[in-house]
């Protein structure tokens, strides 16, 4: 080997207070190669890419760009030395226009040094047409659905023109479609010689893009290898440590009992709906021990589906909804809980975790005034709940004491599990439930819902990854805008039956399928 | 006075005057009185207020409107210009800050407007009257006061002040240590800033209290504070060591004279508002087209136990 | 082990930028208190002597701080529930001046007895509060606003009321004078040492700890703070709880606003300006935080002693009162940068 | 379907459908010019006749309005930008004071000329200003405190400067008084009727206009204010922009106290007392959010003059200054409650 690397990082260090985020860790990238970096969570890939595009400074080791040494200290210095990247958590002005956002901190400028908004404007319809995303580059970003806003983000640093580019779970809020819009960007990228890192949970997409991985354990190497000579059973050894012989239990089948049913569920529309779908003559039944998936595309209304149910629509609700034969008012997520819902929101640290509190505090946040009397909390009680939980899930924590920020994803998603199962529900709803969760503790949450449901349990789960959903669902409802345009047996659906149904173009009169 | 309709015209308002086109209407007229105060959350000035009001319900002809600057001399120089626009006949004001207020006080004036000048002087001469009390001279008095009736063979004082930057305050301390000089054996050991507030000037003596073993008077510039200093001696149970003196002396329950009636404080000197007597001047000027004196200073009084309750009687508006 | 309370991807981008000394953790989980010590510490060195006695240590002078912050310690006592849930309340000094009013007033216009009036005043002040609670928590309007409106509503009321002048406070039997029972607030027990205001202050304080350890309610305090719409999503009542937690602070500024007038003889509706910001900066440099979830109540017990610390020795030593302003405002920065450090440090 | 078994005085099982009425969109993006014209309409309706002629119509009083609005409306324009990164500045008012003290002091006791004297205000007010953007931004103080704290040590440090008492100004040649140019502040040009301070807060007004729609800088302000973590991330320098609003309101600040010095002839370290809040009134009924990141300057000015409009038409009714305290407080909320509802409709 004569020419140096593209990029080559080595001996990284980095702590955070007490946490040993980077222990010394190697990466290399050649120009014109995608490179899969994979890992546990919290096993430090942010860290190291952040490090690589100057968000965070390493306490040790270097960086060489084509064989010269460089200090990143700061985002710009990053973009300039060539590094691109997109972060794991959407990193957007959601009050800005999507043209604002393309140029945010790199605004052209007249030659009176004022803001240039006719060059903007211009260059911004070049760069989304460069990706095929039809937009108006003139739309607020918060009126975009989360895909989209995904792809202004990769539209942005794709503009940088970097010699590397950084895509840090890019595809977790994308649906197949989109990924595959993403995945059809990146010959051309590796036809100018780009170097891409790319980092994803899903190991079916690594197989696709990626032509070499590093694995990260723990902040160490674990591993490196060629994608095309490694079998996916190998490479998620190197990550968990060990194989994972079957990730998908088998269960028992539902019992007979219909423990939801939904009929004519329509939530009226917003002022402001931002490209939401809001459910439309939903007609739904779940039978008890049944895992009943939710699939479609971004913004068919999968989570809004499961907003109504949970009593997120207020009263813009209407329609019937029973439970085991009773009837239930779902006009606040109070009546929800009350009538023994239970609900894990697809974004875990928005909606889900109060960060700053322990993992004891999150578990028993919904049960307090059950477990309490008259208003007084009863310590004893409440430690035995927490234990029991922790204990049941197999929540890994250094204690019921810690912050539960200091879990890994897949712990945190656990904890909103348990925290809903502290209320003994009778119907569990679940949005991504594995979004961003590594694949130790994906087969772990499987396990965990397939004993649910063993256990009388009825749940609904949304999911954007299908191998997921056929994987543990009974049936799989598809949506299409708001509405669900068939519902398919879990043992004889296929991905491709699936995609048809969600991407049928919508037509102006769509006949409504009945469920269940 | 002014019977007659063929009275000259530089009747109202004084020579200074250089408008000479207002016509006095005299005891036939209407008159629409406006009265910018500085600060109703003194309650010497609220007292202002009410006693102006109470004088002018005597008068048929008037009519007083009242603004409240809220110790804001810009808010104060908006009033005095809404009071113009509104066609007022004649200006009561008591300047939240001299300087500040001159300009739209000379303009009122020079639009042939009778100004009375109240508490604190503006810059300059163009306002009709001038109203009010001397506070280096009320500072003297209580000086004296204690220099000759309270210490004569001398002892030790501790100062509560006003707010720091406020004219009053600023007289009120020096008058004091005038009226002392003349007695070389009193001492003013501790200065206490009560900020002109009961509960401040309570909290402040309570340390000074810590702080001096031998206090002999203690002179607060104004009632209030010497009202929560005693708070503050009695809650030490030291009240009986010394004597509180304060100034003001409002003729209202929760004002200085009720609390030397009372026997917490020993004396305070009036500081009178003057709300009476410039209702009275505007009585001359509008309804007897009279020519009136360019100031009137109100003297003070002190108050004891002695003359408390008969003072009380006379200076209080119900 | 350090303990990560927040969300590491939420952190400042250039944190990690300068070399940086870490100080044990616990130092920050007393920190309120170490502040304390530190300006009790100085106090006592700073303090002037009489008869090679410490004046600051004398036991009357003590009591006379807690006496002092009493007020404003019940004021940041219901402050700090409403920063718990990053709310604001600016309108405490006021209700704090509308109910020594109106406690005057009844006593004495009125002539009611202790009870009724009490309860009335206090019923007042949770209506005032328990208003700009729904007005900030179900319309959504933000809670600076909310109350700096009220403020203004609060001190109008209180003028209105008044007339605009103080009403003195006489006591005996019969019409026109206050009940001698409400005298009880202005005296001291124990043999006349210990001031009835701070004994209500620190049963306040008690109250409130006992809350914050022991009920339902708290918790659901910290979790709308920390992450309202996972509270929500966990069936809270974040409304209904907003709401109580401005009734709470209306609450408590009408008590401090009796205690006002019994220790003054006298309501007056310019009672208790500015002193809003005397109790946040108590919350503040007690440690908790602006943006809601984190805090205790112990920390802003100790925030209030420590302010009423300072303005004591300040006044032993007779410091100039602007360079009081200096002082005290230095102060307030560094006992906040104190925990801006901690979190950048996490 | 099944029968409801359970409970008879249950809800009806059908969900309800309110209907819910749709505002247009272009109502609130015009919402504090829509409020200012309503404003406006109410005072013409409700001013009083002198000789047929509606006074507030009155040119005179019109311009009177601009003038009195003049500083408010200039610190509320700094303002605007410090609220629209999600900050506040507490201490405008009292650097409005210490700007006001320090002019007439150097105009009267330093015998400066007028150029160096408002340079080196100007200085003093950016430098305070910077010095809180640094502390909070940089140290991650929040604005709330340091600026709380800023007001005590600006108003303790124009109290020292002036030894406590306001400086009147005299003009003329010579030693010991201020030079006659000076004085164009307090004066009307155009024959006589538009206010000098009314026209620099026009100009000033201008130039933010023009700064929000024509600069980088605006951009960055407003993304800091809408996402900190992506400014940062898009390598915009957080810090500086921060450092540079406060030091931006530090300046306005400053010259809004100039120029209440020179309207006012006296320069007092108690001037602009509480004139933060005014400030922050008008930037929120302007339509600014207090989150950061949406707000106008031409809102920021409409509120301005809404208030001024308040206050004259308040003022020309003699309406009692405690209902004025009633009255502003409600149309404040009320104000910030369309706004709370347009987020809402969202
Ligand atoms: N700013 C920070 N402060 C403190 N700890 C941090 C910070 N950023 C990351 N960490 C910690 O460093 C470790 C590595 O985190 P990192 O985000 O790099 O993991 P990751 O591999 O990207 O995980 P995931 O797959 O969940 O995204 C974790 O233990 C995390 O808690
Ligand atoms: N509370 C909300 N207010 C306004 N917009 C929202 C809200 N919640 C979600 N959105 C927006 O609605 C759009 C659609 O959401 P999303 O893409 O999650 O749809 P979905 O059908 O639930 O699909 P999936 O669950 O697979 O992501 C997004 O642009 C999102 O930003
Ligand atoms: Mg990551
Ligand atoms: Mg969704």
Redesign the pocket.
Known sequence: MTAPPLLAMRGIVKHFGGVHALRGVDLTVGAGEVHALLGENGAGKSTLMNILSGVVRPDGGGIELAGEPVALGSPAEAQAAGVAMIHQELDLVPQATVTENLFLGREPRTRLRTLDRAAMRRHARELLDDIGVELAPSRRL????????QMVAIAKALSLDARILVMDEPTS?L?DSEVERLFAIIPGLRRRGVGVVFISHRMDEIAVVADRGTVLRDGRNAGSFVVAETPPAEIIRMMVGQPIEQLFPDREPPAERVRLRVRDLTVADGSD?????EPRGVDLDVREGEVLGLA?????????LLDALFGLAGHRLSGTVELDGEPVRLSDPRDAIAAGIGYVP?DRRASGLVMMESVAANIVLAALPALARAGWRRAAREREAVASSIRDLHIKTASAESAVGTLSGGNQQKVVFARHLLRQPRLLLL??PTRGVDIGAKSEIYRLLAGLATSGLAVVV?S?ELPELLGICDRIAV?RGGRIVTVLDGRDATQEAILAAASIEQNSNPSRMEAG | ACGTESDVPESAGGSAQPDEGTECAGADGEYLIGMSQANVAEPYRQQMDDDIEAAAAEVDQFEVVFADAAQDNAKQVADVENFLTQGIDLLIISPNEAAPLTAVVERAYNEGIPVIVLDRKIEGDSYTQFIGADNTEIGRAAGEYVATELLPDGGSVVELKGLPGSTPAQERADGFRAGIAANPNIEIIAEGVGDWLREKGQSQFEAILQAQQAIDVVYAHNDPMAEGAYLAAQAASRQSEMSFIGIDALPIPSGGIKAVEEGRLSATFVYPTGGKEAIATAEEILVQCAEVDKEQILETELITVENAAEIYARNATQ | MTVDTTDPVEKPVEQSRRRRFVIPERFFTFQSYVALILVFLAAIIFSPRRNGEIVFLNSENLLNIVRAVSEIGILAIGMTFVILIAGIDLSVGAILGLAATGTASLLMVNDFGVAMTVLIILAIGMAFGATQGYLSARLGIQAFIVTLAGLQVARGLARIWSGGQGIALAYGDGPDVAPQAFSLLNSRTFNGTVPIPALIFAGVGVIALIVVRKTVFARHVYAIGGNERAARLSGIPVTRIKVTVFAISGLLAALAGIIHAGQLNQGSPNDGMGYELDAIAAVVIGGTSLMGGVGTVSGTLAGALLLGILNNILALNNIDSNVQLLIKGVIIVAAAGIQAFRSQQK
């Open positions: 918060s009126s975009l659905r989360v895909g989209e806003q809020a649906s709906l931002g490209g939401r779908s479609g595309l971004l913004g068919a209304g999968r989570t809004e697809e949005d991504d949304a954007s949506l």
